[in-house]
């Protein structure tokens, strides 16, 4: 695997994105389209542009980005709630 | 960085960059604050590997720009979120690295946009059901399609272009539907032709615009998605030239990804925070800010271009950045009126094409105010706080005649995305009840989520001196 080639895990989903990859395209090529819950449903992405707030994932660190404005890095681990 | 910059100017669309390239010549300081990872805004966004090209010389035109920029000594902080801005232009923003910064310029651009609006229906809120700009944002970023199955639908002109994207890439479009009749379709287009800037645009999208105007079904519109934690299907029906629904007409259609746009409205939460006032014009596509001949707000020192003034696409986004920095010039005494009209006479006048154009684009996608009106009581209008429709007119039938009071009593539009999503769905239902209210939603800081830990940090200004 070359150094342009990303892993991410979602859950207990692993695949690779290539760098410069939005998070949110590599979730939903990896038929990912649901990235959280709210009231008690899945949610996903729906606007792509930073305002639904539906994206929203956590990461392994702890801390929270919109998967629709931040793009993949090596080892990137979301928790699937 | 600097502590104080002559000139700030919000978002780095074709408007943002446009103004901020036009004002970098008569040596003023400038900063530029973006939310996007890199310049271009929702139209231009750069492909992963670099190779960025398009058969629509629009976007070729606005790639030049993002490269001008890119390569020009103007301050620009990416991934920033303005957080807090005030009536005498103190600006409170949070930077890509978490730290809070103060900056209070002489004079402020706002050039945030536009956002998509969807009409509601049920389910709208299932994983797989997307706007149209979120499959070009998509789509343009990575440079490849991502289902098999897409199903696209709307009205307007932004799902045509999501399609014929779709189509650029080597994707297959499962079924296009569209609300309007074809003969609504064919003004639209006499009025692209008639605008000279469109037409070069029009003319590149044509083969797969006509690839899809073969199959498109014209005059059927969403009216529930289907699935289990997933989009599974979507209901569709046929509308009458009312736009209504016709009884018996419904059928469903299988897929996982469902892309649909209704129009566009502008992004007005930082301008009104602002003070900025706002009016109401349909024309212009609903909710927009007040500007006077030089496109100056109601807040002096304070332009407005792009989308906040109408919906009009990116040459009225371009035009106006260059106007507005023509006018920051003749406000901070850097050029004399005389020159500021030869300067943008001609800018003017193209900018008449331009707001014609989006006239019309405003014109397609107008609310069905008594289909809002009959919305099934239990869809969702607020996502983020999961108020139902019988919640709102509930409220409504309560007294309540405002955006803000159905906020404060039953919580739509106090979520996370602040009203973004659901407030001006709220309006039009008050619109289809006969209420008007042509204000903006009560923004509060933080403007967008921001933990508490940040919140509590030290501010400082740009070149790390002390507030």
């Not at chain 1, 929270?64 to 993949?72: G, H, I, M, R, W």
């Not at chain 2, 193209?350 to 107008?366: D, V």
Request: proline share 2%.
């Amino acid at each position: 695997m070359n150094k342009d080639t990303y892993t991410i895990k979602f859950g207990a989903n692993k695949f690779v994105a290539p760098k410069g990859e939005l998070l949110l395209f590599s979730l939903m090529e990896n038929d990912i389209y649901s990235q959280g819950k709210a009231h008690g449903r899945s949610r996903g992405g729906f606007c792509g542009m930073g305002v639904c707030q539906e994206c929203l994932v956590e990461l392994e660190d702890g801390t929270t980005a919109l998967a629709c404005q931040t793009l993949v890095e090596e080892n990137m681990e979301i928790r699937d709630e | 960085m600097n502590k104080d910059y002559d000139v700030v100017i919000i978002g780095a669309g074709f408007a943002g960059i446009k103004a901020a390239l036009t004002l970098e010549k008569y040596n003023l300081s400038i900063c530029v604050i973006d939310e996007g990872v890199l310049p271009g805004g929702q139209f231009i966004r750069y492909k992963k590997d670099g190779k960025n090209s398009s058969k629509v010389p629009t976007y070729n035109k606005g790639l030049d720009l993002v490269k001008e920029f890119t390569s020009s000594s103007i301050t620009y902080l990416n991934k920033s979120d303005l957080i807090f801005i005030n009536e005498e232009k103190e600006i409170l923003v949070k930077l890509l690295d978490d730290s809070l910064k103060m900056i209070k310029p002489k004079s402020i651009i706002f050039a945030t946009g536009a956002r998509e609006i969807v009409q509601p229906f049920k389910g709208w809120d299932l994983p797989g059901v997307i706007t149209t700009g979120a499959m070009q944002i998509l789509l343009k970023t990575s440079g490849k399609t991502f289902s098999d199955e897409v199903v696209i639908a709307g009205s307007g002109i932004l799902h045509y272009a999501a399609g014929a994207t779709w189509l650029e890439k080597g994707g297959k479009i499962k079924s296009f539907y569209d609300v309007n009749s074809f003969s609504q379709k064919f003004k639209m287009l006499i009025s692209a032709l008639v605008s000279s800037d469109k037409r070069a645009d029009f003319f590149a999208m044509l083969p797969n615009m006509m690839k899809i105007q073969k199959s498109a079904k014209n005059g059927i519109k969403v009216i529930e998605a289907r699935g289990y934690k997933k989009l599974e299907s979507v209901v569709l029906a046929s509308v009458d030239s009312n736009g209504d629904v016709i009884e018996g007409s419904e059928f469903e259609e299988k897929t996982s990804l469902l892309a649909i746009g209704n129009g566009l409205v502008a992004n007005l939460d930082v301008a009104t925070m602002a003070g900025c006032e706002t009016k109401y014009d349909e024309n212009l596509g609903g909710l927009v800010l007040k500007t006077n001949h030089i496109l100056q707000t109601t807040q002096k020192g304070i332009y407005a271009a792009g989308a906040l003034t109408g919906i009009g696409g990116a040459d009225k986004a371009e035009l106006e950045g260059e106007i507005c920095a023509y006018s920051v010039l003749l406000k901070q005494n850097i050029i004399d009126a005389h020159v500021y009209q030869e300067l943008t006479d001609k800018l003017f006048e193209k900018r008449k094409k331009a707001i014609s154009f989006g006239k019309t684009l405003s014109t397609m996608q107008k609310f069905n105010l008594k289909e809002i009106k009959n919305l099934n009581e239990n869809t969702t209008i607020c996502r983020c706080e999961n108020i139902k429709m019988k919640d709102i007119t509930n409220a409504i039938e309560f007294g309540l005649t405002s955006i803000n009071s159905i906020k404060k009593k039953t919580r739509a539009g106090m979520g996370n995305c602040q009203g973004k999503t659901c407030s001006e769905l709220v309006r039009a239902i008050l619109l289809s009840h006969g209420h008007k209210d042509f204000h903006h939603i009560k923004t509060r800081a933080p403007l967008k989520p921001t933990s508490i830990d940040i919140l509590a940090g030290e501010i400082t200004f740009l070149d790390g001196s002390k507030v």
